[in-house]
């Protein structure tokens, strides 16, 4: 199994439990028409020794970070919501076949450093995966 496929899991989980569109990737924080929906990001395994996107997920932890754009406060306390229970609901997985375990970081309101409109309503969290 390969960080690709875990990612692919994520991006389809993320959809079907948030109802939204799920990228592959960040946004560019400083372009003002960011698009709302979720966008998910390899971040790191654990050790990082010669990662790589297609390394075989073994023995070490995952991490990608999610973040989900909205267009109001409303909808964004609304995915919050539905972001909270996916947490509950989403504790294991078996991906290609493989059990596999899921941790979920705090979800938190996303850091807005251009304080552009898009990002005005956006929270985030990190997944793990072992």
């Known amino acids: 199994m390969t960080t690709k496929t875990i990612s692919d ?12 569109t799920c990228k592959l990737g960040y946004p560019a924080f400083d372009r003002p028409d960011i698009a709302a929906g979720a966008y998910l990001r390899f971040r790191q ?4 020794v010669g990662e790589r996107v297609s390394a075989t997920v073994d023995r070490f932890t995952r991490a990608f970070d999610v ?5 109001s406060e409303v909808a964004l306390l609304a995915k919050i919501d539905l972001m909270e229970a996916m947490v509950i609901a989403r504790t294991a997985a078996t991906i290609s076949g493989t059990k596999r375990k899921i941790a979920w970081d705090t979800i938190e309101r996303a850091d807005n450093p251009y304080e552009t409109e898009a990002m005005r309503y956006a929270a985030q969290t990190t997944v793990f995966v072992r």
Do not use: C, G, R
């Open 45 to 48: 395994s654990d050790p990082i």
């Open 67 to 71: 973040m989900v754009i909205t267009a």
């Open 9 to 20: 899991w994520l991006s389809t989980t993320i959809a079907s439990d948030l109802s939204v």
